[in-house]
């Protein structure tokens, strides 16, 4: 028989369907793939770094001319402020439209501009200009997989195993940001193209795996884009990542950017449209995020942990791979070709670290918490960078890989417990713009930490290296006013030059000034010993203050940390129920272990946690019950 008109309006004041619970190993099967979307999205943010030599040699650009110096920026930096910015938009749109949705799109589209990037055909500035371009679309598919792949994983967990799902996705990000270096430099030599291709076979097998198996088990909330929140977030978060990009280049005769009006007047505009964006998220009827996210407690405090640690781990990888490649492995015998792929190799004790320790605190912050992992991961961090500021310049490498392994131990103990209790933290509709937002912190302060510590060490150097210069190479005769004009470039060469594994002295002077020399004298000036061990006191003064600045960071962030009140579970087990409960809030006992829920808000004191607008007052007065959230929606 058919239904009746009555029968039709109850079904529909009922709602949707309860939604079909996925299978047991699905968890599994998203953990698996988000992990090698994560993992190839990171390998791409540092893979060109040791292989920039290779790949500038490939398309005919000397990057260390004055006028190239914007290139070979730009290249490096490209992929990262795209990430940084476009991470938020990206994940507001997974809460909208899906998450999985989302995620599938950006494995399609990195993988479509890792091809175009292998195939550039161009030669000189337009070449560069053509990987530049490529670079940032390919950014567009890496944000796509970052912004998502958290909230994927939140959504298919449980919260007793969220942080060992997290900790494994986030390490995968961290570790792929490391192993990237050492791809670059195997795949550099044998082929420049390869950097990029090597992508391209995970990238389509991912790509079709998410397709046929991944799909949306968590609640989307339909509607309309907030295209003036996302358009004053991207414009002013640009404006002010390449504000920090020009300030470290040379400007007139300062040897930094930081007093040109252009640079000042991009980051004060950059900062004006970020106050208008938070303006505009008051505003509109469904803003690209909710402010109101910040007043949880655990949320605000992992983010900003996470930013003063990526701040510090930014800073970190930069530092090592100048270190190893300018000073230490000439040194010791590596020709200056040969020392991007050895600094790599040299840094793996860091990766191992990450590896060790990241699923194991993953795991135990599910039973006991996150705040003593992460706060004693970064008491560690901050320990070897101080470790790391005592050492001579030319140190010894066992002592040396203990201190990186220990970092990386310290780093992972933070990491996984950290983004568990951020994502544990947000409503269920708002886990996509949420992870975006910790994303964009972490990938913000990677760009941050490029121009802090770049600037560090520039005004470290500047004191020191002329005169070391002009008496290093006058006393191999060098003609005074030859070595007066070398000692008079910017430090900035110096660094980018050890950055990529040139012979700095060879660069430097030209052949117009070493084909007057006697051939003895060329050899040594242009050999292993003479530059590294000429700019070692001026590297060590910038080093310290560089470390120090990074100690800094970590305590901070480990204070951030501390503060962030116990374990705090907004819980949605009733997610697949089709059932219409409220969040039910998660406290720790003092065993560490899920007790009842305490009443108390965001700004529990230590030990308790309810979400935002649940619970009771301080004075056990009882709040109005919360609104009922609405039916799940089918994917």
């Known amino acids: 028989m058919g239904r009746t008109a009555a029968e039709d309006r109850r079904r529909a004041m009922a709602g949707p369907p309860p939604r079909r619970a996925p299978g047991p190993r699905y968890k599994w099967v998203a953990l698996s793939n988000t992990t090698l979307g994560v993992l190839i999205a990171t ?36 992929y990262l402020v795209v990430t940084a910015v476009l991470v938020v938009s990206f994940g507001r749109l997974g809460d909208m439209y899906g998450r999985t949705r989302m995620y599938n799109l950006g494995f399609a589209v990195f993988t479509v501009f890792s091809v175009l990037l292998s195939v550039t055909w161009q030669h000189g500035t337009a070449g560069a200009l053509w990987l530049i371009a490529m670079r940032v679309l390919q950014g567009v598919g890496g944000a796509m997989l970052m912004a998502n792949s958290n909230a994927i994983l939140t959504d298919a967990f449980p919260a007793r195993q969220r942080g060992l799902a997290l900790g494994l996705n986030q390490v995968a990000g961290i570790t792929g940001s490391f192993v990237g270096l050492v791809l670059g430099g195997l795949l550099g030599p044998v082929n420049w193209r390869l950097v990029f291709l090597v992508s391209v076979p995970f990238g389509v097998f991912g790509t079709v795996w ?13 509607a309309r884009p907030d295209w003036w929140g996302n358009l004053t977030f991207a414009a002013g978060l640009i404006a002010v990542l390449a504000g920090i990009t020009y300030g470290i280049q040379p400007y ?33 009827p ?100 101080l470790a790391l500021q005592s050492l001579p310049v030319d140190f010894g490498y066992p002592s040396f890989a203990l201190i990186l392994l220990l970092n990386g131990i310290g780093m992972g103990l933070f990491a996984a417990p950290n983004r568990a209790a951020v994502m544990n933290s947000l409503p269920p509709d708002q886990r996509g713009v949420g992870a975006g937002i910790s994303t964009t912190f972490q990938n913000s302060a990677m760009v941050l930490s490029i121009g802090i510590f770049f600037s560090l060490m520039i005004a470290g150097l500047a004191g020191t290296l002329p005169r070391a210069l002009t008496s290093g190479l006058t006393a191999q005769g060098v003609p005074v006013a030859d070595a007066a004009k070398v000692a008079a470039l910017p430090p900035v060469g110096v660094l980018f030059a050890s950055l990529l594994g040139y012979n700095p002295v060879r660069t430097l002077l030209g052949p117009q000034v070493l084909d007057r020399l006697p051939p003895d004298r060329a050899a040594y000036l242009t050999g292993r010993e003479f530059f590294p061990q000429l700019i070692s006191q001026p590297f060590s003064d910038g080093l310290a203050v560089a470390f120090g600045f990074a100690t800094a960071a970590c305590l901070i962030a480990a204070v951030a940390s501390l503060l962030r009140g116990g374990r705090y579970v907004h819980d949605d087990d009733r997610a697949f129920t089709g059932t219409r409960q409220a969040p039910v809030p998660v406290t720790t006992t003092a065993a560490g272990k899920p007790g009842p829920a305490a009443a108390a808000g965001p700004g529990t004191p230590t030990g308790t946690a309810a979400p935002t607008g649940t619970g009771t007052a301080k004075t056990g007065a009882p709040s109005p019950p919360p609104p009922p959230p609405p039916h799940p929606r089918s994917p």
């Open 286 to 385: 469904a803003p690209m995020f909710r402010l109101g996210l910040f007043r949880i407690r655990a949320f605000a405090a992992g983010n900003l942990a996470s930013l003063l640690a990526s701040l510090g781990r930014g800073g970190l990888m930069f530092l090592l791979i100048i270190w190893l490649q300018g000073i230490w492995l000439p040194r010791h015998g590596y020709g200056f070709t040969e020392t991007p792929l050895w600094a790599g190799i040299y840094m793996l004790p860091l990766t191992l670290g990450f590896l060790v320790a990241g699923p194991v605190s993953g795991w135990a912050s599910d039973r006991f918490g996150a705040r003593t992992f992460a706060t004693g991961g970064m008491l560690l961090a901050a320990g070897t960078f």
């Open 252 to 284: 007139g005769r300062h040897t930094m950017g930081w007093s040109n009006p252009a640079v000042l007047a991009t980051m004060a505009g950059g900062a004006l449209l970020l106050a208008v964006f938070c303006v505009v998220e008051t505003r509109v």
């Open 210 to 222: 998410a397709y046929r198996k991944l799909r949306d088990t968590g609640i989307r909330t339909p």
């Open 43 to 78: 390998i791409n943010m540092s893979v060109m770094l040791i292989a920039l030599p290779d790949i500038f040699r490939g398309i005919g650009v000397d990057p260390l001319r004055p006028g190239n110096t914007g290139l070979l920026l730009w290249l490096i930096m490209s």
